[in-house]
């Protein structure tokens, strides 16, 4: 399907606790998935501003403080730690989620497999593993160059920091996909946006266990016709592989090669290269689903029928059609 490349940082490895299930490790275990032949680029930090896009200054100036004042390990919340390096690291991950982007722009798919995730930090709050909002950050500087912006979250967790950060605009189409009634608790089917942004957000909950039939359902009814109908100049993917069968923190049924499929499919409907920015992940298959989301991204493949989904997933896609008028 075209050129692809991977970004990846060793400052990550900076931000650390071997105890915790958001460790160095899982990504070292990620990015065994990069085939050979894939280009390999480091990153360079995000600058200020483009960070204060995103969060309020004030929080960033607390947090590099906080950073700083921690000698081994410190913590912002149960869920969340932060090392000496924390905030280079975080700042890393964002400055390689725009590099993503930018080569994205430029004609070649690009997975940033970086860390500290990013999905769920708010204007002015870490949560959930995440310091910095790695894709919202792209995403709001790229918009200085580019009409319209598409992200699909595919994480098992609810995308809460980068949904609020496009809530009220009609430039970016958010879809979420993930699993129901699951930290942060946020996510349902009626937020949809405010204001100019109303329509453009789109959650699709599912139960625990669901499978890629649940899954290729919502893309194919849901997802694949909203991007096509957006038709976007950049698209992003909040790519968290801990929907895998076999993730300590989730409890879907997804397997490494469905990534594929998934994939696949949202390249076609953009019609634009992918930037990919590595969100959860912590099972031992998950060097296996990244290798999986490179074959789609660089050969071709059918897209193919994946068997029956469930009632309840039947009844979300009848909802968000209704909701968002797809066809």
């Given amino acids: 399907m075209g050129r692809c490349c991977a970004i990846i940082d060793p400052i990550c490895a900076e931000h650390d606790n071997p105890g915790h299930p958001e460790c160095n490790a899982r990504l070292v275990n990620a990015c065994l998935g990069i085939p050979r032949d894939v280009t390999r680029l480091a990153s360079e930090p995000a600058l200020p501003r483009d960070v204060e896009r995103v969060h309020d200054p004030r929080y960033l100036s607390w947090l590099e403080q906080q950073c700083s004042a921690t000698a081994t390990l410190g913590w912002l919340d149960t869920d969340t730690y932060i090392t000496r390096r924390s905030f280079d690291a ?39 593993f995440c310091l910095i909002n790695n894709v919202a950050v792209a995403a709001k500087k790229a918009l200085e160059h580019v009409d319209t912006i598409a992200i699909v979250d595919w994480d098992v967790h609810h995308g809460n920091g980068t949904q609020n950060s496009f809530y009220g605009t009609d430039r970016v189409l958010y879809c979420s996909i993930h699993q129901e009634h699951f930290f942060p608790y946020s996510g349902a089917v009626d937020e949809v946006g405010t204001g100019d942004g109303k329509g453009y957000t789109i959650n699709a909950p599912l139960h625990a266990g669901s499978t890629i039939a649940d899954y290729n359902h919502v893309f194919s009814e849901i997802f694949v016709p909203a991007v096509e109908r957006f038709s976007p100049d950049v698209m ?10 076999d993730d300590p923190l989730g409890m879907m049924s997804i397997h490494p090669q469905d990534f594929e499929l998934l994939t696949r499919m949202l390249a076609r409907a953009a019609g634009v290269p992918l930037a990919l920015v590595l969100e959860g992940g912590y099972s031992p298959s998950h060097g296996l689903a990244v290798h999986h989301i490179f074959t789609a991204l660089t050969s071709g493949g059918r897209v193919d029928e994946q068997g029956i989904p469930s009632e309840r997933t039947q009844t979300v896609v009848s909802r968000l059609k209704s909701e968002h008028r797809l066809p």
């Fill in 90 to 128: 975080a700042l890393h991950a964002a400055g390689a989620a725009i590099a993503a982007v930018e080569r994205s722009l430029e004609g070649e798919h690009c997975f940033a497999l970086v860390r500290p995730p990013g999905h769920h930090a708010e204007f002015n709050r870490a949560l959930g």
């Fill in 236 to 245: 992003i993917i909040s790519a968290g592989q801990d929907i895998l069968f």
